[in-house]
């Protein structure tokens, strides 16, 4: 059984008030149209063809080879949309799956049951449907005395008693495909100006041909989006669908509401996240850490057993057993090694901290390679900017850094040297020495000097 996919995408997105194409405003961190395409992947037989209009530049970059396009030069209807792809898509397979791009939280089981429903009987299509109390603009799906569907009828067409009616389409189907495209040159222009895909069940219906209905029972899955109102209605409905997979996965959740998770982050057993907690992008997080409250990552990989206390982490690595915060920020580039520790206000970035280091307050540490057990005594700063270039700082095991030292790098450190406090150190300083003073220098020399 071979299916295509057709995904619609050239709508404007009026409703959405945005310069950006409806389909690619992001939800849970990813275009809407991702997830369509994603849902495509798993039901379809061959790349799906995504119909673009609208933004069909942005789109298609979007997209990059992850589908085939068809374009539809002006947006007239859905019916007009699939009819754009009939030269792509037409013939090649025994189904055609249609959905709209946005409808995101629909399950790739439930379109696989669409499919398997269609191709167990003789009708030329069988449309999802879903019944709801508020109705949202949806087509309304008319049923005759028998029960079996006769209609779509879109709100602004319909009677009020047809307006009464609570189960609505979906906007996701499965037609034979050797019935779908003849059929479509039959739609009429609706008194909108446009062609709609969903006169098919009427056509279908004349035909004397009968049409199945699969009702989706999660009523989140068929949210379609049109206004950034149903866009936070989605971003819910995802998150908590997120959030409940990773409670059931191990993960403790003090406050689900207040925990935003990216469909694309990964997280291990028995690790807390504490209310108010952002996890964005490609972040892996390993078994038995604490995560927030407070605390914002994007992109970072954390090991095991670590604790991350209100703070913000963007583009780092954690690896086992690092404690830090409150109110530590990592950026692009920063890897603390195994036990590492970090304290209130320090900034690390594009740096490695060695195992066992210790940075408890104030600091802030670029372009620096740093070994074991160093201890960066308060204040400790990298002058890692001339006002033109970056220079590197390199420390070594076992050193001791004074409070409020300035590191002017280019400068190195050698292993078990020792800094003062408030020492400006712009020269590099040998293994074993302590340096003092402003520009810093070693300790036994001004001794030496003093005849001491
Ligand atoms: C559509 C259905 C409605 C259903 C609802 C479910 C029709 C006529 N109506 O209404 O019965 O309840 O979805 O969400 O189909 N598009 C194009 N080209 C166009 C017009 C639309 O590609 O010319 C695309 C849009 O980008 C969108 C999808 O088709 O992805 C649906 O269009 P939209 O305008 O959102 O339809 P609804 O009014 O929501
Ligand atoms: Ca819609």
């Given at each position: 059984?071979?299916?295509?996919?057709?995904?619609?995408?050239?709508g404007?997105?009026?409703r959405?008030?945005?310069?950006?194409?409806?389909?690619?405003?992001?939800?849970?961190?990813?275009?809407l149209?991702?997830?369509?395409?994603?849902?495509?992947?798993?039901?379809?037989?061959?790349?799906?063809?995504?119909?673009?209009?609208?933004?069909?530049?942005q789109?298609?970059?979007?997209?990059g080879?992850?589908a085939?396009?068809?374009?539809q030069?002006?947006?007239?209807?859905?019916?007009?949309?699939?009819?754009?792809?009939?030269?792509?898509?037409?013939?090649?397979?025994?189904?055609?799956?249609?959905?709209?791009?946005?409808?995101?939280?629909?399950?790739?089981?439930?379109?696989?049951?669409?499919?398997?429903?269609?191709?167990?009987?003789?009708?030329?299509?069988?449309?999802?449907?879903?019944?709801?109390?508020?109705?949202?603009?949806?087509?309304?799906?008319?049923?005759?005395?028998d029960?079996?569907?006769t209609?779509?009828?879109?709100?602004?067409?319909?009677?009020?008693?047809?307006?009464?009616?609570?189960?609505l389409?979906?906007?996701?189907?499965?037609?034979?495909?050797?019935w779908?495209?003849?059929?479509?040159?039959?739609v009429?222009?609706?008194?909108?100006?446009?062609?709609?895909l969903?006169?098919?069940?009427?056509?279908?219906?004349?035909?004397?041909?009968?049409?199945?209905?699969?009702v989706?029972?999660?009523?989140?899955?068929?949210?379609?989006?049109?206004?950034r109102?149903?866009?936070?209605?989605?971003?819910t409905?995802?998150?908590?669908?997120?959030n409940?997979?990773?409670?059931?996965?191990g993960?403790?959740?003090?406050?689900?509401?207040?925990?935003?998770?990216?469909?694309?982050?990964?997280?291990?057993?028995?690790?807390v996240?504490?209310?108010?907690?952002?996890?964005?992008?490609?972040?892996?997080?390993?078994e038995?850490?604490?995560i927030?409250?407070?605390?914002?990552?994007h992109?970072?990989?954390?090991?095991?057993?670590?604790?991350?206390?209100?703070s913000?982490?963007e583009?780092?690595?954690?690896?086992?057993?690092?404690?830090?915060?409150?109110?530590?920020?990592?950026?692009?580039?920063?890897?603390?090694?195994?036990?590492?520790?970090?304290?209130?206000?320090?900034?690390?970035?594009?740096?490695?901290?060695?195992?066992?280091?210790?940075?408890?307050?104030?600091s802030?540490i670029?372009n620096?390679?740093i070994?074991?057990?160093?201890?960066?005594?308060?204040?400790?700063?990298?002058?890692?900017y001339?006002?033109?270039?970056?220079?590197?700082t390199?420390?070594?095991?076992?050193?001791?850094?004074?409070?409020?030292?300035?590191?002017?790098?280019?400068?190195?450190?050698?292993?078990?040297?020792?800094?003062?406090?408030?020492?400006?150190?712009?020269r590099?300083i040998?293994?074993?020495?302590?340096?003092?003073?402003?520009?810093?220098?070693?300790?036994?020399?001004?001794?030496?000097?003093?005849?001491?």
């Open positions: 059984m071979k299916v295509t996919a057709v995904i619609l995408a050239a404007q997105g009026t959405m008030r945005s310069a950006l194409p409806k389909v690619l405003h992001p939800l849970g961190g990813r275009p149209l991702q997830y369509s395409l994603d849902l495509a992947a798993k039901v379809g037989s061959a790349s799906p063809v995504v119909v673009v209009g609208h933004g069909a530049d789109v298609r970059e979007t997209v080879d992850k085939r396009f068809a374009v030069e002006q947006q007239l209807g859905t019916a007009n949309a699939v009819q754009s792809a009939a030269a792509v898509a037409a013939g090649e397979a025994d189904y055609v799956v249609v959905i709209s791009a946005d409808m995101p939280l629909l399950r790739s089981e439930t379109l696989q049951e669409l499919v398997n429903r269609q191709a167990s009987n003789d009708g030329p299509l069988t449309m999802l449907t879903v019944k709801s109390e508020n109705p949202r603009g949806f087509g309304r799906v008319v049923r005759g005395a029960g079996s569907v209609a779509i009828v879109e709100e602004a067409q319909a009677t009020p008693e047809q307006l009464a009616i609570r189960e389409n979906a906007g996701a189907y499965c037609f034979r495909d050797a779908l495209w003849p059929a479509l040159r039959r009429n222009m609706s008194p909108k100006g446009e062609y709609y969903t006169d098919l069940v009427e056509i279908a219906v004349a035909e004397g041909q009968v049409v199945q209905a699969l989706a029972e999660d009523k989140c899955e068929t949210i379609g989006i049109n206004t109102v149903h866009l936070s209605e989605a971003e409905a995802l998150r908590s669908r997120i409940t997979a990773w409670m059931e996965s993960v403790t959740m003090i406050d689900p509401a207040t925990t935003y998770i990216d469909a694309s982050v990964q997280i291990g057993r028995d690790t996240i504490w209310p108010n907690t952002c996890l964005y992008g490609e972040t892996v997080i390993g038995g850490c604490e927030g409250p407070n605390t914002m990552i992109d970072t990989l954390i090991g095991n057993r670590c604790k991350v206390f209100a913000v982490l583009k780092a690595e954690l690896e086992d057993g690092v404690d830090m915060g409150p109110f530590a920020r990592l950026r692009k580039g920063a890897h603390l090694a195994e036990g590492v520790h970090m304290g209130n206000f320090g900034e690390v970035k594009d740096s490695y901290l060695g195992p066992g280091t210790k940075m408890g307050h104030f802030y670029g620096a390679n070994g074991n057990e160093v201890n960066i005594g308060a204040g400790t700063i990298t002058c890692n001339d006002g033109k270039h970056k220079h590197q390199e420390i070594g095991d076992h050193v001791f850094i004074g409070s409020d030292t300035m590191l002017v790098a280019p400068v190195k450190i050698g292993a078990r040297a020792r800094t003062g406090a408030g020492a400006v150190v712009t590099d040998a293994a074993d020495t302590t340096v003092v003073g402003v520009p810093a220098r070693p300790l036994y020399k001004s001794k030496e000097k003093d005849g001491n």
